[in-house]
């Protein structure tokens, strides 16, 4: 629906003091001052077609709220130090052109917020594509993983390769999702199953973070599987996370969240929780693989950790949907994984319809989903999972920024979030967006205001 509040932001400098002081204005509010008085806001665009997701306030949609999704037509938008400074109907702007450093035009553009791809293993070393044929000649997950493939593949590639040749190949991922319009993106580990493989990937997600002007999280997946070498020795294994893993991430404040693959002949739900409970004892707060092969009561044990989200959930019995609907969990789609191992897609719209929070995600990966692409990702959810464009744009921009808890900073066109938009190319309606999947229908991506 149309959004009534079309010239919101405007009277924002007027409840300023003429006279700042350093008592009642913050340092950010201070410069935005002066930035006004003296060199006036810094980018104008006008003539937006229709601008999508803008809200006076972003909480975490859930159940019915998820399709709707309020815009303003013939619309502009001011940004001034990367953030959204003001925004709202064509007929209600204020400021001459001459008064932005830099204004452009965007007739016929629609303007999103860029995507936040809330789970992603994008620090990953080389490729299987060779698993891949395989899978297409027939062979099943167990031929492949008795073959020395799946994670362990991965794991042994990435243990052979360098920390700069792993940032360097993580760096082209990262530039080429945000060309797609991916703005903010949440980064596990879990290729590495040694200490040292481990900590390494950790290290690379912090370089990423230093280095990009993307909003990054680190998660750290170290229970991703069994190493070969523990497969009997379960105890030894999470011995090695609780004990020599997590106290050097938590001193070198190297994640933000942990993780775990909770799955039949991978990790228990009670090996989940006291992996869990391990990291929560560092602050770091649960993001679980759950339900993704069979309904293995991860959803459970992650609504019982409080975990900020449950991951696939491609497999859900009633019992799992009821305890996510019934909770401030955030259950993550990933229909690409699905997509490209052949699984039914995740019952999008029994959670939705159920109250369930959903957000969707790429799951970028070089085992499950070699695609950091969340358009096809948006389509994908209405072409599989019958979602509707409103509720997959909602699920892939605000609700995945709330599942990396980036709900205040990102996610919708609300005063005093960044500038991380994506314009279109000229399209007929939103929907179009969507339904003619595979077409790059993005003209340009803006991070922090600035295009890149
Ligand atoms: O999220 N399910 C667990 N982990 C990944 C796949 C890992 C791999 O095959 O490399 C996933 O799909
Ligand atoms: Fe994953």
Same mark, same amino acid.
């Given at each position: 629906?149309?959004?009534?509040?079309?010239?919101?932001?405007?009277?924002?400098?007027?409840?300023?003091?003429?006279?700042?002081?350093?008592?009642?204005?913050?340092?950010?509010?201070?410069?935005?001052?002066?930035?006004?008085?003296?060199?006036?806001?810094?980018?104008?665009?006008?003539?937006?077609?229709?601008?999508?997701?803008?809200?006076?306030?972003?909480?975490?949609?859930?159940?019915?709220?998820?399709?709707?999704?309020?815009?303003?037509?013939?619309?502009?938008?001011?940004?001034?130090?990367?953030?959204?400074?003001?925004?709202?109907?064509?007929?209600?702007?204020?400021?001459?052109?001459?008064?932005?450093?830099?204004?452009?035009?965007?007739? &016929?553009?629609?303007?999103?917020?860029?995507?936040?791809?809330?789970?992603t293993h994008l620090v990953f070393a080389?490729?299987?594509?060779?698993?891949?044929?395989?899978?297409?000649?027939?062979?099943?997950?167990?031929?492949?993983?008795?073959?020395?493939?799946?994670?362990?593949?991965s794991?042994?590639?990435l243990?052979?390769t360098?920390e700069?040749?792993l940032f360097?190949q993580a760096w082209?991922r990262l530039?080429?999702?945000?060309?797609?319009?991916?703005?903010?993106?949440?980064i596990k580990s879990g290729y590495g199953?040694?200490?040292?493989?481990?900590?390494k990937m950790l290290r690379v997600i912090k370089k990423l973070?230093?280095?990009?002007?993307?909003?990054i999280?680190s998660t750290?997946l170290?229970?991703?599987?069994?190493?070969?070498?523990?497969?009997?020795?379960?105890?030894?294994?999470?011995?090695?996370?609780?004990?020599?893993?997590?106290?050097?991430?938590?001193?070198?404040?190297?994640?933000?969240?942990?993780?775990?693959?909770?799955?039949?002949?991978?990790?228990?739900?009670?090996?989940?929780?006291?992996?869990? &409970?391990?990291?929560?004892?560092?602050?770091?707060?649960?993001?679980?693989?759950?339900?993704?092969?069979?309904?293995?009561?991860?959803?459970?044990?992650?609504?019982?950790?409080?975990?900020?989200?449950?991951?696939?959930?491609?497999?859900?019995?009633?019992?799992?949907?009821?305890?996510?609907?019934?909770?401030?969990?955030?259950?993550?789609?990933?229909?690409?994984?699905?997509?490209?191992?052949?699984?039914?897609?995740?019952?999008?719209?029994?959670?939705?319809?159920?109250?369930?929070?959903?957000?969707?995600?790429?799951?970028y990966n070089p085992?499950?989903?070699?695609?950091?692409?969340?358009?096809?990702?948006?389509?994908?959810?209405?072409?599989?999972?019958?979602?509707?464009?409103?509720?997959?744009?909602?699920?892939?921009?605000?609700?995945?920024?709330?599942?990396?808890?980036?709900? &205040?900073?990102?996610?919708?066109?609300?005063?005093?979030?960044?500038?991380?938009?994506?314009?279109?190319?000229?399209?007929?309606?939103?929907?179009?967006?969507?339904?003619?999947?595979?077409?790059?229908?993005?003209?340009?991506?803006?991070?922090?205001?600035?295009?890149?």
């Open positions: 629906m149309p959004d009534a509040s079309s010239t919101l932001g405007s009277s924002r400098i007027s409840s300023l003091c003429l006279v700042p002081c350093a008592l009642c204005l913050d340092p950010r509010t201070l410069s935005r001052f002066w930035s006004y008085l003296y060199f006036m806001p810094s980018t104008l665009i006008t003539n937006i077609k229709r601008l999508v997701n803008t809200r006076l306030e972003s909480p975490l949609l859930r159940g019915k709220l998820l399709s709707d999704l309020p815009f303003i037509e013939d619309a502009f938008l001011i940004i001034e130090d990367g953030h959204i400074a003001e925004y709202g109907s064509m007929v209600n702007i204020k400021h001459p052109t001459s008064n932005f450093k830099l204004s452009f035009d965007a007739s &016929n553009k629609f303007v999103l917020p860029a995507w936040c791809d809330s789970h080389g490729s299987r594509e060779g698993e891949f044929v395989d899978k297409i000649k027939g062979l099943t997950y167990a031929d492949i993983a008795a073959k020395g493939g799946g994670i362990l593949n794991s042994k590639k243990n052979e360098s700069d040749e360097n082209k530039e080429e999702v945000s060309r797609l319009g991916t703005g903010a993106i949440e199953l040694t200490v040292e493989g481990e900590l973070q230093q280095r990009s002007s993307l909003k999280r750290f170290g229970a991703h599987t069994y190493p070969a070498e523990y497969k009997e020795n379960h105890q030894g294994y999470i011995d090695l996370l609780v004990r020599e893993m997590l106290p050097v991430i938590a001193k070198e404040k190297l994640a933000d969240y942990i993780d775990v693959f909770c799955e039949n002949g991978f990790f228990s739900p009670a090996e989940t929780e006291t992996i869990c &409970n391990a990291g929560l004892q560092y602050g770091l707060k649960p993001k679980i693989h759950a339900n993704q092969l069979s309904a293995s009561g991860g959803t459970q044990v992650g609504v019982k950790l409080g975990a900020v989200s449950v991951d696939h959930l491609e497999t859900m019995d009633e019992d799992a949907i009821h305890t996510l609907a019934h909770s401030s969990t955030i259950g993550t789609l990933l229909p690409t994984a699905a997509f490209f191992l052949r699984m039914p897609f995740q019952p999008a719209r029994k959670l939705i319809d159920n109250g369930c929070a959903i957000a969707l995600a790429t799951d085992g499950s989903s070699p695609s950091g692409n969340m358009n096809l990702v948006v389509s994908m959810a209405c072409i599989g999972m019958k979602m509707l464009p409103e509720e997959a744009i909602n699920a892939a921009t605000i609700n995945g920024a709330h599942a990396m808890e980036y709900g &205040n900073e990102l996610g919708t066109i609300t005063m005093g979030k960044k500038a991380n938009l994506i314009f279109t190319k000229p399209i007929p309606s939103l929907s179009y967006y969507p339904y003619a999947f595979g077409t790059n229908l993005i003209d340009k991506v803006m991070i922090n205001g600035e295009i890149i």
